[in-house]
T-cell receptor, first 120, second 111 residues
């Protein structure tokens, strides 16, 4: 159980185009999903917290107009990188918390397999 | 300034030995701490969670300790195997599920 999928796993696009990445919880309902970015040999950096039915909360330094997040259902969140540029090339990873497990503080997070974005 | 530091260099050990990874942090007060395993090109996989009021947690060959006074967590893998080779991440946890990750330690277990 507790599987999170991401689609696509890999995407290459031209500079200036927009790319949408989907994150799905396959066998549980996720009230909260998180989006991270990871550059080579670096740690995961939290970009935003996405709550179902409400606006995402972005971390400091993350442009909300560039990284559009939609969490329309309890099993799906999307991240759209608008007008992508080469510096946006990175590994994007989502995670989700199981709504049904325990209290709000101590839930483990289940991570997706990641999406490798390359902007030419 | 706030900082999370894991073993700065890769850790190479012999199969069957115990691997010990460290996670130190400054200017954070996490409610809990988690350890994850990450293989190349993959998302992290949850291993263990330890709360601020717990000293030690075990799961099979894994053990984690958490010292909030020292602001340090130690992660042990006993009877290590080549299949344990991966990058291990510690993450500080806060209310709402927010996680702040360390940079990871690359572990290599040689047969």
């Amino acid at each position: 159980g507790a599987v999170v999928s991401q689609h696509p796993s890999r995407v290459i696009c031209k500079s200036g185009t927009s790319v949408k990445i989907e994150c799905r919880s396959l066998d549980f309902q996720a009230t909260t999903m998180f989006w991270y970015r990871q550059f080579p040999k670096q740690s995961l950096m939290l970009m935003a917290t996405s709550n179902e039915g409400s606006k995402a909360t972005y971390e400091q330094g993350v442009e909300k107009d560039k990284f559009l997040i939609n969490h329309a259902s309890l099993t799906l969140s999307t991240l759209t990188v608008t007008s992508a540029h080469p510096e946006d090339s990175s590994f994007y990873i989502c995670s989700a918390r199981d709504r049904a497990t325990g209290g709000p503080l101590y839930n483990e997070q289940f991570f997706g397999p990641g999406t490798r974005l390359t902007v030419l | 300034s706030q900082k999370i530091e894991q073993n700065s260099e890769a850790l190479n050990i012999q199969e069957g030995k115990t691997a010990t990874l460290t996670c130190n942090y400054t200017n954070y007060s996490p409610a809990y701490l988690q350890w994850y395993r990450q293989d190349p090109g993959r998302g992290p996989v949850f291993l263990l969670l330890i709360r601020e009021n717990e000293k030690e947690k075990r799961k099979e060959r894994l053990k984690v300790t958490f010292d909030t006074t020292l602001k340090q967590s130690l992660f042990h893998i006993t009877a290590s195997q080549p299949a344990d080779s991966a990058t291990y991440l510690c993450a500080l946890g806060y209310g709402g599920g927010k996680l702040i990750f360390g940079q990871g330690t690359e572990l290599s277990v040689k047969p």
